[in-house]
């Protein structure tokens, strides 16, 4: 472990923890969100579980983090149960069952343009609306595995709409970027833009529409959206204005329950989702082709680790591009990918002193903004999950008298016809979603996720490189500085060593610094002792909260007399 104050890398590149974690021993919650982590410790105070106050969370996060994720949006929830077995329920979106791979026209056949479409298409307004999953994700989680009844899970969140919360300078600053295309939404215009100016940090935000939306789903649960008055008013929507989503859609639309992908690193099981997410096989993928190398002695933040990380990246990508897709469409050839012999195969082909153009290893197969919540509870259940509406407002308009914001989850597909990726009728998005669960001799060892679209996945494993390779702490490994590359640009965070970046040009990378890379990350450790911890990082509104103490005995009575003296 090493002391709160900062980790120095190899490269002598020091940063400081911005937060501090969270430790206790009967529960912990870690959200991207104070009103939020406080709604799922509501739950677990209850005598719920760790289900139950997930769940709680993703409600709330609707209302506090709205302009990332809601019940029209989907996400993959990774759950560990008491009796250690691993459930990954997928919840994503699909296509509508009239979405065909010619539905766009794509403006460039490179990166990096290659997602764009003319008019924007399949990333704001009612095209780029895929058919919702979190809402069913959600109520399908707590029905089968939570113990509290939805209407008490919801209530936080309902709470939260209808009295208000104070809105955060980071989601003023959501706001600002994209106020072009809130104001030109009512719904979207009237609760963030009131009269034409974006809220201020400190201001109170009440949402009776969403109140009255959430109050419908406690009472009526996924139904509401699924066949009843919120899915109707969608409908009619998508009617009104060119877009594709029916009721057939909605009233179709199943969860899918899956395996994880279980990979293995210098003696930790490694457990993610599988395709159509792309952390499971990749995050394996990458630590395989890693392990090979001495990452602790080339040091954090070095430019030799980097480069390392680069490459594998682009391996990663260049194998994801052709191979990860809605595996009830295409074979994914997973056993492949996640091999120590392909891993081998790749590493023998890596230059430690070259920057790679990298083609897939895999034949070519036929056919951004996010939130994340970790909870674990006392008895062993954890959560990690991963949720969305895509892009940030996700596509930029609101169901009339519903206050729920669309999702633009179709700007996941590739837009050109005849690729893996493309557009198919019913079929679901592919995604960087990578809620993490690792275990060491069969125990859970830590758990964590992040927002970020396409540099989730990529984070995530370096965060695990950071615990085990690195022996950081935990709130060091989900602040400590990232690096990310799909093949295009290199780019670094800002406290990564200056002098880096001129020795990765001379190996052929082309640099680039950014702000941040990816979103903020939530994890919680599991020690021997049965203690728990819990951190999240500077990159969002990230609060851990602990669970200690407990109730009374059941023995304990007052004594009245006593009382009275």
Same mark, same amino acid.
């Given at each position: 472990?090493?002391?709160?104050?900062?980790?120095? *890398?190899? +490269?002598?590149?020091?940063?400081?923890?911005?937060?501090?974690?969270?430790? +206790? *021993?009967?529960?912990?919650?870690?959200?991207?969100?104070?009103?939020?982590?406080? &709604?799922?410790?509501?739950?677990?105070?209850?005598?719920?579980?760790?289900?139950?106050?997930?769940?709680?969370?993703?409600?709330?996060?609707?209302?506090?983090?709205? @302009?990332?994720?809601?019940?029209? =949006?989907?996400?993959?929830?990774?759950?560990?149960?008491?009796?250690?077995?691993?459930?990954?329920?997928?919840?994503?979106?699909?296509?509508?069952?009239?979405?065909?791979?010619?539905?766009?026209?794509?403006?460039?056949?490179?990166?990096?343009?290659?997602?764009?479409?003319?008019?924007?298409?399949?990333?704001?307004?009612?095209?780029?609306?895929?058919?919702?999953?979190?809402?069913?994700?959600?109520?399908?989680?707590?029905?089968?595995?939570?113990?509290?009844?939805?209407?008490?899970? %919801?209530?936080?969140?309902?709470?939260?709409?209808?009295?208000?919360?104070?809105?955060?300078?980071? $989601?003023?600053?959501?706001?600002?970027?994209?106020?072009?295309?809130?104001? #030109?939404?009512?719904?979207?215009?009237?609760?963030?833009?009131?009269?034409?100016? #974006?809220?201020?940090?400190?201001?109170? $935000?009440?949402?009776?529409?969403?109140?009255?939306?959430?109050?419908?789903?406690?009472?009526?649960?996924?139904?509401?959206?699924? =066949?009843?008055?919120?899915?109707?008013?969608?409908?009619?929507? @998508?009617? +009104?204005?060119?877009?594709?989503?029916?009721?057939?859609?909605?009233?179709?639309?199943?969860?899918?329950?899956?395996?994880?992908?279980?990979?293995?690193?210098?003696?930790?099981?490694?457990?993610?989702?599988?395709?159509?997410?792309?952390?499971?096989?990749?995050?394996?993928?990458?630590?395989?082709?890693?392990?090979?190398?001495?990452?602790?002695?080339?040091?954090?933040?070095?430019?030799?680790?980097?480069?390392?990380?680069?490459?594998?990246?682009?391996?990663?990508?260049?194998?994801?591009?052709?191979?990860?897709?809605?595996?009830?469409?295409?074979?994914?050839?997973?056993?492949?990918?996640? *091999?120590?012999?392909?891993?081998?195969?790749?590493?023998?082909?890596?230059?430690?002193?070259?920057?790679?153009?990298?083609?897939?290893?895999?034949?070519? #197969?036929?056919? &951004?903004?996010?939130?994340?919540?970790?909870?674990?509870?006392?008895?062993?259940?954890?959560?990690?999950?991963?949720?969305?509406?895509?892009?940030?407002?996700?596509?930029?308009?609101?169901?009339?008298?519903?206050?729920?914001?669309?999702?633009?989850?179709?700007?996941?597909?590739?837009?050109?016809?005849?690729? &893996?990726?493309?557009?198919?009728?019913?079929?679901?998005?592919?995604?960087? @979603?990578?809620?993490? %669960?690792?275990?060491?001799?069969?125990?859970?060892?830590?758990?964590?996720?992040?927002?970020?679209?396409?540099?989730?996945?990529?984070?995530? @494993?370096?965060?695990?490189?950071?615990?085990?390779?690195?022996?950081?702490?935990?709130?060091?490994?989900?602040?400590?500085?990232?690096?990310?590359?799909?093949?295009?640009?290199?780019?670094?965070?800002?406290?990564?060593?200056?002098?880096?970046? =001129?020795?990765?040009?001379?190996?052929?990378?082309?640099?680039?610094?950014?702000?941040?890379?990816?979103?903020?990350?939530?994890?919680?450790?599991? #020690?021997?002792?049965?203690?728990?911890?819990?951190? +999240?990082?500077?990159?969002?509104?990230?609060?851990?909260?602990?669970?200690?103490?407990?109730?009374?005995?059941?023995?304990?009575?007052?004594?009245?007399?006593?009382?009275?003296?």
């Amino acid at each position: 472990m090493n002391s709160m104050p900062g980790w120095r *890398s190899r +490269a002598g590149s020091p940063f400081t923890c911005e937060k501090g974690p969270a430790q +206790a *021993s009967k529960g912990m919650v870690v959200t991207n969100h104070p009103v939020a982590s406080s &709604a799922g410790a509501e739950m677990l105070l209850a005598g719920g579980n760790a289900i139950d106050a997930a769940i709680a969370a993703l409600f709330t996060l609707t209302v506090v983090e709205p @302009m990332m994720v809601g019940p029209l =949006g989907g996400g993959v929830a990774h759950i560990r149960l008491s009796d250690g077995r691993h459930i990954v329920m997928d919840g994503l979106s699909t296509a509508p069952a009239a979405a065909r791979d010619t539905l766009y026209r794509p403006v460039s056949d490179t990166l990096p343009d290659y997602q764009e479409t003319e008019g924007q298409a399949n990333k704001v307004g009612v095209l780029a609306m895929g058919v919702p999953g979190a809402l069913a994700g959600w109520c399908k989680a707590l029905s089968e595995h939570g113990t509290l009844p939805l209407r008490d899970v %919801i209530r936080p969140a309902i709470r939260a709409a209808a009295d208000g919360f104070r809105v955060t300078h980071y $989601l003023r600053g959501a706001i600002l970027d994209a106020a072009a295309d809130l104001a #030109a939404d009512p719904g979207l215009a009237a609760t963030f833009l009131p009269g034409g100016e #974006a809220l201020s940090a400190g201001t109170l $935000l009440c949402q009776p529409e969403l109140a009255d939306s959430l109050r419908m789903v406690g009472d009526q649960g996924p139904a509401a959206l699924h =066949g009843g008055a919120i899915g109707g008013a969608l409908v009619a929507h @998508m009617a +009104a204005r060119g877009g594709l989503i029916t009721m057939a859609d909605l009233e179709r639309y199943a969860v899918a329950e899956r395996e994880p992908i279980i990979g293995h690193y210098r003696g930790f099981e490694v457990l993610a989702p599988p395709p159509p997410s792309s952390s499971g096989v990749h995050v394996a993928q990458m630590l395989n082709i890693l392990e090979g190398f001495d990452l602790r002695g080339l040091g954090s933040g070095s430019a030799e680790t980097i480069h390392l990380l680069a490459e594998a990246l682009k391996m990663a990508f260049a194998d994801r591009a052709v191979a990860t897709a809605d595996p009830a469409f295409i074979k994914v050839p997973v056993e492949r990918l996640t *091999s120590k012999a392909y891993a081998d195969e790749r590493r023998a082909l890596l230059n430690p002193d070259l920057a790679q153009a990298w083609a897939p290893g895999i034949p070519q #197969a036929e056919s &951004a903004n996010t939130t994340h919540v970790t909870v674990a509870d006392a008895a062993g259940n954890i959560v990690a999950t991963t949720q969305t509406i895509n892009s940030l407002f996700g596509a930029r308009f609101t169901i009339p008298g519903t206050g729920l914001i669309a999702n633009n989850y179709m700007f996941n597909f590739d837009p050109h016809p005849g690729q &893996a990726l493309s557009v198919a009728p019913g079929k679901r998005v592919f995604t960087s @979603m990578a809620p993490t %669960i690792a275990r060491r001799d069969g125990k859970p060892a830590f758990a964590l996720g992040l927002p970020g679209g396409l540099r989730i996945f990529g984070s995530a @494993m370096q965060t695990v490189i950071n615990l085990i390779d690195h022996g950081m702490s935990l709130q060091e490994a989900v602040e400590a500085p990232r690096v990310w590359t799909n093949g295009h640009t290199l780019e670094l965070e800002p406290t990564i060593a200056a002098n880096v970046d =001129g020795h990765l040009e001379r190996l052929g990378h082309r640099v680039q610094r950014v702000k941040h890379i990816g979103g903020g990350m939530g994890a919680i450790r599991f #020690a021997a002792d049965g203690m728990l911890e819990g951190a +999240a990082c500077w990159r969002a509104d990230g609060t851990p909260v602990g669970i200690a103490g407990g109730l009374a005995r059941a023995d304990v009575r007052f004594n009245l007399e006593q009382l009275r003296r």
